[in-house]
């Protein structure tokens, strides 16, 4: 038992200590501590070339992880706090408090109540985000999976690599979101955010917000909404509908449909076995009907159909 206002400094190894309010647990290089209990008000360093296995940290204590330390397995728990400093490695933390990285942790299982910050020279490697966790990323984050509520976002200097949204989570881009999979959840680009490579599956919804940029991407059964203000190029609908009221350049329809409401435009629209459909308000220029595509211009105030390619003859 490490008491109020105690040290204990561990070089060779340390086994279920617990340290108190006001105590602290530093461990050494070479030396290792398994199953620390980190009470509220206590701190546990984990130093350059110490190894810190299986601790928990209650509420009000904390973590630190210093440049060479490594932490696995740990337990943060509500209002606990764990700080992965620049060339810190943490492994399988479970976290229900907070987790803020300026060096590297991978596989952290966000807990309910869970936050995760990737600050600025940070990297979070397969986080997975359960049910209202939140990831907030100013660095990189990669291979995130978020769950029912769960929720990512990514700040304007952040960037996300291969996101996985499933059961109700949300992806929020402020920044550079590469290569999410959308389920049965959502993907927002905020202004001065971009997605590129997604794919958006049946029950996904992307939506491209005004100062929100797309490009390119894949629809297969899921929505894409391009708000007024909102811009995406190159993607391809392979089943599923998007929703144009901003802009839109060169998609390519296979199946499904691109819808362009009152004041969107599209441009280049390739439609080879899907629908066109052009709303009263809505622009579409230099589109292709090909052979199984079709395009339907509602209203007086559409595009005019000399604008089209004759549909073949059957």
Same mark, same amino acid.
């Given at each position: 038992?490490?008491?109020?206002?105690?040290?204990?400094?561990? /070089?060779?190894?340390?086994? =279920?200590?617990?340290?108190?309010?006001?105590?602290?647990?530093?461990?050494?290089? +070479?030396?290792?501590?398994?199953?620390?209990?980190?009470?509220?008000?206590?701190?546990?360093?984990?130093?350059?070339?110490?190894?810190?296995?299986?601790?928990?940290?209650?509420?009000?204590?904390?973590?630190?992880?210093?440049?060479?330390?490594?932490?696995?397995?740990?337990?943060? $728990?509500?209002?606990?706090?764990?700080?992965?400093?620049?060339? $810190?490695?943490?492994?399988?933390?479970?976290?229900?408090?907070?987790?803020?990285?300026?060096?590297?942790?991978?596989?952290? %299982? !966000?807990?309910?109540?869970?936050?995760?910050?990737?600050?600025? +020279?940070?990297?979070?490697?397969?986080?997975?985000?359960?049910?209202?966790?939140?990831?907030?990323?100013?660095? /990189?984050?990669?291979?995130?999976? /978020?769950?029912?509520? $769960?929720?990512?976002?990514?700040?304007?200097?952040? /960037?996300?690599?291969?996101?996985? %949204?499933?059961?109700?989570?949300?992806?929020?881009?402020?920044?550079?979101?590469?290569?999410?999979? %959308?389920?049965?959840?959502?993907?927002?680009?905020?202004?001065?955010?971009?997605?590129?490579?997604?794919?958006?599956?049946?029950?996904?919804?992307? %939506?491209?917000?005004?100062?929100?940029?797309?490009?390119?991407?894949?629809?297969?059964?899921?929505?894409?909404?391009?708000?007024?203000? +909102?811009?995406?190029?190159?993607?391809?609908?392979?089943?599923?509908?998007?929703?144009?009221?901003?802009?839109?350049?060169?998609?390519?329809?296979?199946?499904?449909?691109?819808?362009?409401?009152?004041?969107?435009?599209?441009?280049?629209?390739?439609?080879?076995?899907?629908? !066109?459909?052009?709303?009263?308000?809505?622009?579409?220029?230099?589109?292709?009907?090909?052979?199984?595509?079709?395009?339907?211009?509602?209203?007086?105030?559409?595009?005019?159909? =000399?604008?089209?390619?004759?549909?073949?003859?059957?």
């Amino acid at each position: 038992m490490v008491a109020s206002d105690w040290v204990q400094d561990v /070089i060779g190894s340390a086994i =279920s200590a617990t340290v108190g309010g006001g105590a602290y647990q530093n461990i050494f290089s +070479g030396g290792i501590a398994s199953a620390t209990t980190v009470e509220s008000g206590g701190l546990q360093t984990v130093y350059p070339g110490a190894t810190d296995l299986n601790a928990t940290i209650s509420g009000g204590a904390y973590e630190y992880v210093l440049s060479g330390g490594l932490a696995t397995d740990a337990g943060v $728990g509500s209002q606990g706090t764990q700080f992965v400093f620049a060339g $810190g490695l943490t492994i399988s933390t479970t976290l229900a408090g907070e987790q803020d990285i300026y060096g590297l942790a991978s596989g952290t %299982v !966000l807990a309910s109540g869970g936050l995760q910050n990737v600050e600025a +020279g940070g990297s979070a490697v397969d986080t997975a985000i359960a049910s209202r966790g939140e990831q907030d990323v100013d660095g /990189i984050a990669s291979g995130t999976v /978020i769950a029912s509520d $769960g929720l990512q976002v990514v700040e304007a200097e952040g /960037i996300a690599f291969a996101t996985i %949204v499933s059961s109700g989570g949300k992806q929020g881009v402020f920044g550079y979101a590469s290569g999410a999979t %959308v389920f049965a959840g959502s993907e927002v680009v905020e202004a001065g955010g971009s997605a590129i490579d997604f794919t958006i599956l049946s029950g996904g919804v992307l %939506v491209v917000s005004s100062g929100g940029y797309a490009d390119p991407g894949t629809l297969s059964g899921g929505t894409e909404v391009i708000s007024a203000g +909102g811009s995406d190029d190159r993607t391809q609908i392979s089943g599923g509908t998007q929703f144009v009221y901003g802009t839109a350049t060169n998609a390519a329809v296979f199946v499904g449909s691109q819808v362009v409401e009152s004041g969107g435009f599209a441009s280049g629209t390739v439609v080879s076995g899907g629908v !066109l459909v052009v709303e009263p308000g809505g622009t579409a220029i230099d589109a292709t009907i090909d052979s199984g595509g079709t395009a339907e211009l509602i209203g007086s105030s559409t595009t005019d159909l =000399s604008r089209f390619p004759a549909p073949p003859s059957k």
